[in-house]
């Protein structure tokens, strides 16, 4: 056979879990006088719609066994199906094997299976068998046979086969690539929902874990081009799950920016704002609404606010709408959900990005990846929280509720800042934030200067770190601004010397114990 053959279909073997589309193809060939052969569902809607087709069980002799388990895996369907026409002729004569020039075949729901939180039970009765192995072979012996594997593809097929009664090599080709792809991202969806399974231990390997779904203008440069991609099988939360109901396309900037600003204002329960910029929270409040939450993180750091991303918790309402538009420029707007008010605020402000997260949730488990030159390093998500009560006083002086609750705050936004972070909060609302310096001491410095530019007094307040303090400098600076209050998890060889400094300027030293860094 050459590649310019066209093969005629004379037998078919129809088996599809998605019915949708299987009668008028089917239709299109009893036309032409081809030999049907079907199983199980497939059968009954074929015979129900008065289309004559033989059931698998008289084709091969052998009943269905194992609640219809063990159906296709047979001889004489393979054989069938693999026939190398001329070479195997002997074979298939001396056998009395019927060749198979048509499978049509799409496989049991897995992804939608599992995307229901279906039992583990279940999820396993729904690894197809039969289906991807019939898939395999046709699309293995695309020289002599067909394949379609999805229901997208019947009308084109049938439109060549009613045209020319018969299949070109060019479509059979595409077919069985098309066919291949199904059978991996198939495997695939299995490989990763088992793999899951497993929380304590790292995959060996990874692959066919992220599908493109947007190209991007281009990445953190012009120069740069740039794609975004989500993690395959898996349930959308965060920025995954956003769906842009207005502006201009989302940049690679844009995308790692919302992400941190979600990430951040989906820890809080009471209302609340996240202000980012350059994947850094410029300004975090909660309030008793939305809009005070907004000017309470806007007020933190106005000059970065300019062109940041804003995420909220909460339902955007018009009032809010309003008076962000008219207060600041504005990239991205995210919330779980936008009034019809809010939408109609934004409508002389087309560029504006506005994202309804329709997952909001926080991410409970998973892996984060980090790109490296002809590498990946992969991580846990991290997860990891303390209680309020879990936190232990070191020094002299102990916390009352409003600088436990202040205290608190601060450590939750802290973990979403860039290390070596610090974060100054008082009332539910961050008064300087200093993130991404060499030394610790340079944070808290720019900290301090952050605050006082937005007018603040740091008498009172609290200050978090993401990991521990190597030496009391820090804690010195701290002292001479007025912090009543210290949050870190502790854990240096100096550990004594800074608890000393803190009971000596008597402020509060909170451990945690644990780290939050955030390269």
Known sequence: MTKNSSIKIRRALLSVSDKSGIIELANSLKKENVEIISTGGTLKHLRENSIEAIDISSFTGSPE???????????????????????DKDEIEKNSIEEIDLVVVNLYPFKKTISNKSSLEDAI????????????????????????????????????????????????????????????????????????????????????????????RYG???????????????????????????????SYNNIADADAAIECVSNFSEPSCVIVKHANPCGVASSENILEAYKKAFACDPTSAFGGIIAFNKELDEKTSNFLKDNQFIEVVAAPKFTNGALESFQDKKNVRLLEIKNLKKSDSGMKFHSVNSGLLLQSIDTGEIHINDLKTVSKRV???????????????????????????????????????MSRIDSAEIAVRKAKKAGFNLKGSCMASDAFFPFRDSIDEAAKNGISCVIQPGGSIRDEEVISAADEADMIMIFTGMRHFRH
Request: with cysteine; proline share 3%; glycine share 6%.
């Open 220 to 250: 953190e440069n012009p120069h740069q081009k740039a794609a975004f991609y989500l993690e395959n099988y898996k349930k959308s939360s965060g920025i995954s799950s956003a769906v842009q109901l207005q502006g201009k396309e989302l």
């Open 65 to 87: 066994m194992m609640g219809g388990r063990v159906k296709t895996l047979h001889p004489k369907v393979h054989a069938g199906i693999l026939s190398r026409r001329i070479k």
């Open 399 to 437: 916390p009352n509720q409003d600088e436990l609750t202040n205290s608190f705050f601060a450590w939750k936004v802290c973990k979403y800042v860039k290390s070596n972070a610090i974060v100054y909060a008082s009332n539910n609302q961050t008064l300087g934030i200093g993130a991404g310096q």
């Open 125 to 216: 009765e729904n690894i197809d068998i039969g289906g991807p192995t019939m898939i395999r072979a046709a699309a293995k012996n695309f020289y002599h046979v067909a394949v379609i594997s999805s229901p997208n593809d019947y009308e084109d097929f049938k439109n060549e086969f009613e045209k020319n009664k018969g299949i070109s090599y060019e479509t059979r080709l595409m077919l069985a690539k098309k066919a291949f792809s199904l059978i991996t991202d198939y495997d695939l969806a299995i490989s990763n929902y088992l793999e899951a399974l497993d929380q304590n231990n790292l995959p060996d390997s990874i692959f066919g874990k992220f599908i493109k779904v947007d190209e991007l």
